[in-house]
Nanobody
Framework: QVQLVESGGGLVQPGGSLRLSCAASGRTFSSHVMGWFRQAPGDEREFVAAITRSSGSTSYADSVKGRFTISRDIAKNTVYLQMNSLNPEDTAAYYC?????????????????WGQGTQVTVSS
């Protein structure tokens, strides 16, 4: 059984911070790439960040570069997304995903497994 479970979403004021977590279990332990995507109502699901499980190489969408940091704890099989300087445009459901293709890391269809999502709302 493959499971990705996100946590850490919530309501935060503009300029605030949140840390999302994604706990992986099952066959996802062998997945080479872990990614975060987000989807606002009426919008397509978009890439946010990705990290390789082995070397820790990272990649970010331009819209979050310098504000968000993706990291992983191999021992805990957990991936994190530290989000700082949040603004209302960051409001969305955030999804964790696992896949094996680093070259296609920006493409949602390159990921085989998805979590259920966690809501992030940035509002005063």
């Amino acid at each position: 059984q493959v499971q990705l479970v996100e946590s850490g979403g919530g309501l935060v004021q503009p300029g605030g911070s949140l840390r999302l977590s994604c706990a992986a279990s099952g066959r996802t332990f062998s997945s080479h790439v872990m990614g975060w995507f987000r989807q606002a109502p009426g919008d397509e699901r978009e890439f946010v960040a990705a990290i390789t499980r082995s070397s820790g190489s990272t990649s970010y969408a331009d819209s979050v570069k310098g504000r968000f940091t993706i990291s992983r704890d191999i021992a805990k099989n957990t991936v994190y997304l530290q989000m700082n300087s949040l603004n209302p445009e960051d409001t969305a459901a955030y999804y964790c995903a696992a896949g094996d293709n680093w070259v296609r890391r920006l493409e949602k269809f390159a990921y085989n497994y998805w979590g259920q999502g966690t809501q992030v709302t940035v509002s005063s």
